[in-house]
């Protein structure tokens, strides 16, 4: 059987299925091969410049790891130009020039109007798909179906037939293996090898005036007539809103080291929940990243696989879902947000107008007005709505308890009275663990009976929910003069915390907490950026009385910087660290420990203007880790010109002794065990031991 190519009649010419012998002047490869001209059409440039010979239209592909068309994994086409087929093209010229630039590249042919055919890519990936046996149960022979066809090189069956309109790449009325390239596919060209030897290999003539028309009853079924302005035809179903928060909380459930099914279908899903954006993008690679294993992320092949991403039935954003939930994530519920008909009003009076909210008041009566008070001075007063976050780990959840033990006993905390109340501790995410640290702080500060750990509250967020009902109770009851809810993300379920409307439930519900006098501290996460503000919708941030962020620094210090104060200043100094109580011996006879916050003190530094030279050599020893030998701070100081910009290196070693001194004596630095060191600033607290 000898296969050709044409466009017409006229320009017919034969090209054999196995090996035929071309001109030299046709298909001189002597460019690219050397000075011996192609024996035959064995490669693939030859095939690609025989192909365009005879006005078939070609461009550069190649194999890659990727998705079927059931998007399991499998080796794809992938076009190696920009714009894929829609760059191909019958130039010789052209087509020499992209096989300089990728040699083992395939040849392709665009498939509908552009070469005049549609092809039934009949595959036979799955031994389960067999699309050749589909054809032939729905009553074709694929070998008489056309006069032409090609043997692919896994073994399925490519069937060449006469483009249409309206035959497009649409085949979900088909049996499974089934599959249609027209307008706006294509396929790789007969005589195309493949990396390790296999051919594509033709049957028959490729002559467009001897193809067979499409059979009817392959055609995708009409659509019914619509009215000009209805889209829903191209636009498809309303696809479901995406909480992208959601999102990310279900991915970061998903191991990136999963089996590659679940990382493809994952990347599907959120290619498919976006239309394949940037953003999306972003987040599938900073997830897959997270591989720990050697050679399970590569970042070059991530954009070629997500572009390879397309539509796929039954992969959408439920399917990342699903698989997160095998990993333990369950969706949480979501609220309306603007529903805050649960939230009590104040009492209003029992006769009368209602008082205006309106206050005027004069410079006499400003003057005059009573102070706001406090609870902790300088930092909390009632009615207050604060923050405490940071990183996961940093110390929210052992700085807050100590906060309240200071409140429920009157004791000073932080250099700061405090003003004697009850104290409510919410804890919605580690109730067993709060209590450790409690039972720790009573052993360490003795008895604090007007401290009291709230359990059982897992919703605040849901309308009229259950939680925020008995809680509401018991503080118009009980009237705490601080509460705290730790966290915000476990107190308030499902939370849009990207959403005004939604995090402005969150300061509704403090608020309403706070009526009665209350000061409502909120326990939650900083930005990834480690920014100085909470995470989620500034809203939050703008409502707040009082931001303090906590964060632990190299030597294990924790420090609390306050990023907003309207009690008083930002300047303040809250340093501790981590010290641990004995809470008795578990059942395997080991000791139980439990955690505390151990208060740290300010160190008496005095506070000066230092001369550029001993400024120098402080950043000096700075640029050593703050802490060195005299050798390598002399060294590193007299190296350079920031101490003394003498040029004799025995002046610059008498100024740095002169800044030593000076720093030594002024407590900027301290000397001990041979080591130069910058103190950290912070002594243990010493009514604590």
Known sequence: MTPSYTKSAESAQALSSTNVEVSANENDLSDLLGPDPLPSIGTNLGAALYIAKRGFAVFPCREIAGLDYKGQPA?????????????????????????????????????????????????????????????????????????????????????????????????????????????????????????????????????????PAWPAALLAPARAERDRDDLSDLLGPDPLPVNWNEVTRALDHIDPGCSRDEWIRVGMALHAASDGNQEAFELWDGWSAGATEPGKYNDRIMRGQWRSFSRREGIDIGTLFHIAGEYGWTRASLVDADDFDDLLESPKPKSGAAPSRLAFLTPADCEAAPSRGYLIKGLFAPGDVACIFGAPGAGKSLLAPHLGYAVAQGTETFGMRCKQ??????????????????????????????????????????????????????VKEKRPALIFIDTLAMAFPGLEENDAKSMGRVVAVARHLAQWGAAVVLIHHDTKAEGATPRGHSLLNGALDVALHVKRDEAGVIRGKLTKNRNGTCERDIAFKIAVETGGIDEDGDTITLPRCLELKSSPVKSERLSPSVKAALVCLEGLGGTATEKAWRDACADGRSVSASDERESRVKAFKRAVEHLVRSSHVEFGSGLYRIPDGFDQDGDET
Do not use: C
């Open 75 to 211: 080796d794809v086409k992938s076009p190696y130009t920009r714009n894929g087929f829609k760059d191909a093209t019958d130039d010789a010229a052209q087509i020499r020039q992209w096989w300089r630039q990728w040699p083992d590249a395939l040849p392709a042919l665009p498939t509908g109007e552009r070469n005049g055919f549609s092809v039934l890519d009949l595959d036979r990936h799955d031994a389960n798909e067999d699309g050749i046996a589909a054809l032939q149960s729905l009553g074709f022979n694929p070998d008489t179906l056309s006069a032409f066809s090609v043997t692919s090189g896994s073994g399925g069956q490519h069937i060449y037939l006469q483009h249409a309109p309206g035959i497009t790449n649409a085949d979900s009325h088909l049996p499974a293996g089934i599959n249609v390239r027209g307008q706006g596919g294509y396929v790789i060209a007969p005589g195309a090898v493949l990396p390790d030897g296999r051919r594509y290999q033709a049957r028959g003539t490729l002559d467009l005036a001897k193809l």
């Open 421 to 474: 109340g009850r104290v409510f501790y919410v804890a919605a995410e580690d109730p067993h663990g709060m209590r450790g640290r409690i039972k720790a702080l009573r052993k360490a500060r003795g008895e604090a009976e007007d401290i009291q750990l709230v359990e059982g509250v897992s919703n605040l967020l849901a309308d009229k929910s259950p939680d925020l009902v008995a809680l509401v109770a018991a």
